[in-house]
């Protein structure tokens, strides 16, 4: 059983993914706080940026939109892509091993709280060329 300090994360609490396009806090994992069926971060995107299209084979994904506005893109059954606006209080789902990208369009730095179930695609970013670790003490944690 994990300490309880480990049921309260914030994205500051943990050391951080950082890749060209933004940062990634996964404050939720197995690896984390021993969660079973899912995993969730927090992400950062500033201005211009976004992440390519991908996709997490045998996981489904919830997207929600904290703060900042972009481009969500989304692919239906068939493989043609659907992209719509997004903002604050905007909930999307990503089908699972269903393709997705993520732009932000607005002046301001994009805040995305993600789940990921089952867990694991948090593990294979690692895997990026642009993957590093930004140390959780980099970032005030």
């Not at 994992?29 to 940026?49: D, M, R, W």
């Not at 390519?52 to 506005?69: A, L, Q």
């Not at 997004?86 to 699972?96: A, L, N, Q, W």
Request: proline share 10%; glycine share 10%.
């Amino acid at each position: 059983m994990p300490d309880t300090d480990t049921f309260f994360n914030y994205p500051n609490d943990v050391d951080n993914y950082g890749f060209d396009w933004g940062r990634l806090a996964v404050t939720l994992a197995p690896q984390v706080n021993g969660a079973k069926t899912f995993s969730a971060a927090v992400v950062h995107v500033p201005p211009g940026k976004g992440h390519d299209r991908h996709n997490h084979p045998g996981s489904e994904e919830i997207i929600f939109i904290v703060k900042g506005t972009g481009a969500q893109m989304v692919e239906d059954e068939n493989g043609v892509p659907h992209t719509k606006t997004v903002g604050p209080g905007c909930t999307v789902f990503i089908p699972e091993s269903r393709f997705h990208s993520t732009l932000n369009t607005g002046d301001e730095p994009m805040e995305i709280f993600v789940v990921y179930s089952p867990a694991g695609p948090e593990e294979l970013l690692k895997e990026l060329p642009d993957f590093h670790v930004i140390p959780k003490s980099a970032l005030g944690g």
